[in-house]
């Protein structure tokens, strides 16, 4: 009997012990309505949504510098602290041709002043989409959620507002967003990837990768090697009536096998449809 109890209470104890995870937090287009700012400046949005995290930090970094930014936290074990980083506010419309604002606050890590870079340091940017009151305020539309992941190379976001706007268009029935391309470059091979934005007012606002962009390793051989390979990828939206509308990619050139045991002359297309319930294009 002892030994039952005993049993017993250890496997209570462990129950009581269990973390209990929460859920996300569901959209909820009132709860964002209810936050209201008088301007789209650096010090009303960082009060609004960073208060009680800001404090002054010395950055040494002319791109950094260049844009509003502050301290967020505290320093971490590692000696690095959170800088954030506020972008030019983005103004675009909406399905309904109404104006909106998208502002950025790209958030890096910083170490004695120096932006900490490579290829494997992390960036990440929470975003907000407002619109603007008869009485001169802005509302909140929509954010990012918390867990949101981007492109990142070299401790950055790869988030420019020149290629978002660019490529600013209707993804879906009410939906607007952008498609934009991300890359990087490596001992003389390019790499890059389609990345779409998606700027819902009934949900969340996120990004996904839509897919291969492209690749070339003209950096290692010249054009006439038989190692050489350099192709495209271009995308086209296809509108229909469906909620995310279907995307076609087209790869044209001289692209490796998955295994780079074969490089062959490639002119074909795909369609990418996206999965709200994966959340991801496939």
Same mark, same amino acid.
């Given at each position: 009997?002892?030994?039952?109890?005993?049993?017993?209470? +250890? &496997?209570? %104890?462990?129950?009581?012990?269990?973390?209990?995870?929460?859920?996300?937090?569901? @959209? #909820?287009? *009132?709860?964002?309505?209810?936050?209201?700012?008088?301007?789209?400046?650096?010090?009303?949005?960082?009060?609004?949504?960073?208060?009680?995290?800001?404090?002054?930090?010395?950055?040494?970094?002319?791109?950094?510098?260049?844009?509003?930014?502050?301290?967020?936290?505290?320093?971490?074990?590692?000696?690095?602290?959170?800088?954030?980083?506020?972008?030019?506010?983005?103004?675009?419309?909406?399905?309904?041709?109404?104006?909106?604002?998208?502002?950025?606050?790209?958030?890096?890590?910083?170490?004695?002043?120096?932006?900490?870079?490579?290829?494997?340091?992390?960036?990440?940017?929470?975003?907000?989409?407002?619109?603007? +009151? &008869?009485? %001169?305020?802005?509302?909140?539309?929509?954010?990012?959620?918390?867990?949101?992941? @981007? #492109?990142? *190379?070299?401790?950055?976001?790869?988030?420019?507002?020149?290629?978002?706007?660019?490529?600013?268009?209707?993804?879906?029935?009410?939906?607007?967003?952008?498609?934009?391309?991300?890359?990087?470059?490596?001992?003389?091979?390019?790499?890059?990837?389609?990345?779409?934005?998606?700027?819902?007012?009934?949900?969340?606002?996120?990004?996904?990768?839509?897919?291969?962009?492209?690749?070339?390793?003209?950096?290692?051989?010249?054009?006439?090697?038989?190692?050489?390979?350099?192709?495209?990828?271009?995308?086209?939206?296809?509108?229909?009536?469906?909620?995310?509308?279907?995307?076609?990619?087209?790869?044209?050139?001289?692209?490796?096998?998955?295994?780079?045991?074969?490089?062959?002359?490639?002119?074909?297309?795909?369609?990418?449809?996206?999965?709200?319930?994966?959340?991801?294009?496939?």
């Amino acid at each position: 009997m002892k030994k039952l109890l005993l049993s017993l209470a +250890l &496997s209570l %104890g462990a129950l009581s012990v269990t973390p209990v995870m929460a859920a996300a937090p569901a @959209f #909820s287009a *009132s709860q964002m309505a209810q936050i209201k700012i008088k301007d789209l400046s650096f010090k009303e949005v960082m009060r609004q949504f960073y208060s009680g995290r800001m404090g002054q930090q010395f950055v040494n970094d002319e791109d950094i510098k260049s844009m509003p930014n502050i301290g967020l936290d505290s320093v971490d074990s590692d000696g690095e602290r959170t800088v954030a980083v506020m972008h030019p506010v983005m103004t675009y419309k909406n399905t309904a041709g109404e104006s909106r604002y998208l502002v950025t606050i790209e958030k890096v890590q910083v170490n004695n002043g120096s932006l900490v870079q490579c290829h494997a340091c992390d960036a990440t940017a929470d975003l907000y989409s407002f619109k603007k +009151l &008869s009485n %001169g305020q802005f509302q909140l539309v929509s954010r990012t959620p918390k867990n949101v992941e @981007f #492109s990142t *190379s070299w401790g950055r976001v790869g988030l420019y507002a020149e290629d978002v706007k660019e490529g600013l268009q209707p993804l879906g029935k009410n939906l607007i967003g952008s498609i934009f391309m991300n890359g990087y470059s490596s001992t003389g091979t390019t790499e890059s990837w389609w990345d779409v934005l998606h700027l819902p007012e009934n949900a969340f606002i996120d990004v996904y990768t839509l897919g291969d962009a492209g690749s070339s390793n003209a950096g290692n051989y010249e054009e006439d090697s038989p190692l050489y390979y350099d192709y495209e990828v271009t995308f086209k939206v296809l509108p229909d009536a469906t909620t995310y509308y279907p995307i076609k990619l087209t790869f044209k050139g001289d692209k490796p096998t998955e295994d780079y045991e074969r490089i062959n002359s490639v002119n074909y297309s795909k369609i990418m449809k996206f999965n709200p319930v994966k959340k991801e294009y496939q």
